[in-house]
């Protein structure tokens, strides 16, 4: 298969939980990052650089207002760490809060490590981190209580994707 045709089948996918996490943020949020709040919708064009966040929000994280950045991807890209960290700089310049950078990944994945390392010989000169959760990891039983969201059941389900297009409505 070819990048072009992979992109086109992984589409249909980041657009159905773009819509979820748009939809229910407030519910879901919490849920992806504990002891977060929604505060509010901040999904912008990241003009500089040409480069769209999928879902960016301002939430209330340990006692402040913080930029929370949450990548989806449904598939291995070892240029992940880079983005993330010319998102997180962006994204701070624009707002100057703290940014919390995170990437879901509803499928099991080969997941590159969530570190960005920039190195000049034996020296270090930038070190950046970024969360990863796999959705797969998580036992939608275990999260889906009565007081839990049945849209965190929609992306922690293990039935694969056919049970994610049926909660998600594709």
Same mark, same amino acid.
């Given at each position: 298969?070819?990048?072009? /045709?992979?992109?086109?089948?992984?589409?249909?996918?980041?657009?159905?939980?773009?819509?979820?996490?748009?939809?229910?943020?407030?519910?879901?949020?919490?849920?992806?990052?504990?002891?977060?709040?929604?505060?509010?919708?901040?999904?912008?064009?990241?003009?500089? /650089?040409?480069?769209?966040?999928?879902?960016?929000?301002?939430?209330?994280?340990?006692?402040?207002?913080?930029?929370?950045?949450?990548?989806?991807?449904?598939?291995?890209?070892?240029?992940?760490?880079?983005?993330?960290?010319?998102?997180?700089?962006?994204?701070?310049?624009?707002?100057?809060?703290?940014?919390?950078?995170?990437?879901?990944?509803?499928?099991?994945?080969?997941?590159?490590?969530?570190?960005?390392?920039?190195?000049?010989?034996?020296?270090?000169?930038?070190?950046?981190?970024?969360?990863?959760?796999?959705?797969?990891?998580?036992?939608?039983?275990?999260?889906?209580?009565?007081?839990?969201?049945?849209?965190?059941?929609?992306?922690?389900?293990?039935?694969?994707?056919?049970?994610?297009?049926?909660?998600?409505?594709?």
């Amino acid at each position: 298969m070819t990048d072009e /045709t992979n992109e086109n089948q992984r589409q249909p996918y980041d657009r159905a939980l773009k819509s979820l996490m748009e939809d229910h943020a407030a519910e879901m949020l919490p849920e992806i990052l504990p002891e977060s709040k929604l505060l509010a919708e901040q999904n912008v064009e990241i003009t500089r /650089t040409n480069l769209r966040a999928d879902l960016v929000y301002l939430i209330q994280y340990r006692g402040g207002p913080h930029i929370l950045n949450l990548e989806l991807q449904t598939d291995a890209d070892s240029d992940m760490a880079y983005r993330m960290l010319l998102y997180h700089v962006e994204l701070f310049g624009k707002y100057r809060l703290p940014v919390i950078s995170m990437v879901m990944y509803p499928f099991e994945a080969s997941i590159p490590e969530p570190v960005f390392r920039e190195e000049s010989g034996q020296e270090t000169l930038l070190t950046f981190h970024h969360r990863v959760l796999r959705l797969w990891t998580i036992e939608a039983e275990q999260v889906c209580t009565e007081t839990r969201s049945q849209y965190v059941y929609a992306v922690t389900c293990h039935e694969g994707r056919e049970c994610f297009n049926a909660v998600a409505g594709n």
